[in-house]
């Protein structure tokens, strides 16, 4: 059993925020339910898994969400195929995906559905959306207004590098950046917003 709120943003996020977000919530001991009533209405559009040749083979899209109810997504940038960032989409973030073009997601941090860009205006626009063969995973290729995916103000989630080989063996790992340039600090871009970054 799962309570769904839909409404501006409420608890974490501070008013004035933008954007109007789902929250959920399960009720302890009985499970995680993500999206909630929205579930229910992104499942209409997934086809049953019935067989193996189906799931591979077949035509149907028949995603496979996890026991959170959530499937991970994979993110490149479309013209230069760099990987931007990876996230997780629950049936409604990703029916939304389909019907709008534009790349929603789930915050398990914020157990909340999102539309990449509602706050910064760095919307993704989904150029191709792919699904690997056991559909548990997808893959979206967009192209990003104002080219930067991180909330953290870098282009790509993955900005530091750790090093890896015989000759670092037994060491701490020192993290490598891997580009320096931000565009913006977190502050400046979601002024008074809670990073999302959970300790
Ligand atoms: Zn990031």
């Not at 991970?72 to 996230?87: I, R, S």
Request: net charge negative.
């Amino acid at each position: 059993m799962t309570a769904v709120a839909m409404g501006n943003i409420l608890g974490d996020w501070p008013p004035g925020a933008r954007g109007v977000f789902i929250r959920t919530f399960a009720v302890p001991g009985q499970g995680s339910d993500p999206g909630g009533r929205e579930e229910e209405m992104s499942q209409e559009l997934f086809a049953q898994r019935r067989s193996i040749e189906q799931v591979e083979e077949g035509t149907e899209l028949a995603p496979r969400f996890d026991e959170q109810g959530l499937i991970p997504a994979v993110t490149t940038d479309f013209a230069t195929g760099e990987l931007m960032m990876v996230g997780y989409m629950n049936a409604a973030a990703l029916r939304l995906t389909i019907e709008t073009g534009q790349a929603h997601y789930f915050s398990r941090s914020r157990q909340a559905l999102w539309r990449k860009g509602e706050t910064s205006g760095l919307v993704q626009h989904v150029r191709e959306l792919l699904i690997d063969d056991d559909q548990d995973c997808v893959w979206l290729r967009v192209e990003i207004d104002g080219g930067i995916s991180c909330h953290v103000g870098y282009r790509s989630c993955f900005y530091r590098r750790i090093p890896v080989g015989s000759a670092h063996a037994g060491e701490t790992p020192v993290l490598e950046f891997t580009m320096r340039d931000k565009a913006f600090e977190f502050e400046e871009m979601y002024p008074g917003q809670p990073n999302p970054t959970k300790l």
